[in-house]
């Protein structure tokens, strides 16, 4: 086996997170914007959205995994560096963005999970933390990420944030344009 798999890998796992979870923050808006309308199906857009939610805890797990496995003598990665913000002496602000996103996942998932036993306005406050926590997950690539100095890296996380605030200024555009007062 490669010396340098599980870097490898947790390099690997940690984009592909970042990308799924701005997948499941896109479904999220095309499912309550309607933005794919008449050719959405809402049942459909609602089980991907599920399912790419749960994705992005397996591939934040792998890569949460792969850097505790891997045996890097520059940089350690044990559970406190992991799950205690500012316990990580490497890029200690970098990684703790890192942690922070990583909670803010946990928790949307869970209460995704107990959604119909939690009062609407609850559930959806918390779900809109989602936002927050792929820019946060967006900070940590770029601070704490070994690519983020190569030019494909900086071009597909470019367009993927591209993307996103496309779609949230169109999802916060049609929300205010559903508040305002119909003319007489």
């Known amino acids: 086996m490669n010396p340098h798999f599980w870097w490898y890998l947790s390099r690997a796992s940690g984009m592909v997170a970042w990308a799924v979870a701005g997948a499941t923050c896109l479904w999220g808006i095309l ?9 959405d199906r809402p049942a459909w857009l609602l089980d991907l ?3 790419l939610g749960a994705l992005t805890i397996a591939t934040v797990a792998v890569h949460l995994g792969a850097l505790v496995a891997d045996s890097n003598p520059y940089v350690y990665f044990g559970w406190r560096e992991l799950f205690v913000p500012q316990g990580s002496p490497w890029r200690r602000a970098a990684v703790t963005w890192g942690v922070i996103a990583f909670y803010i996942l946990v928790v949307v998932q869970l209460t995704s999970l107990v959604m119909k036993k939690l009062p609407k306005r609850l559930w959806r406050a918390v779900h809109l933390c989602s936002y927050a926590m792929f820019v946060m997950a967006t900070v940590h690539g770029f601070l704490a990420g070994s690519d983020a100095s190569q030019l494909v890296f900086i071009v597909v996380a470019s367009a993927g944030c591209g993307v996103m605030l496309f779609a ?8 205010r344009a559903k508040r305002m007062p119909k003319p007489a």
């Open 31 to 39: 499912l309550v914007t309607r933005m794919l309308k008449p050719a």
């Open 49 to 51: 959205h599920r399912w």
């Open 168 to 175: 949230t200024v169109a999802r916060v555009l049609q929300a």
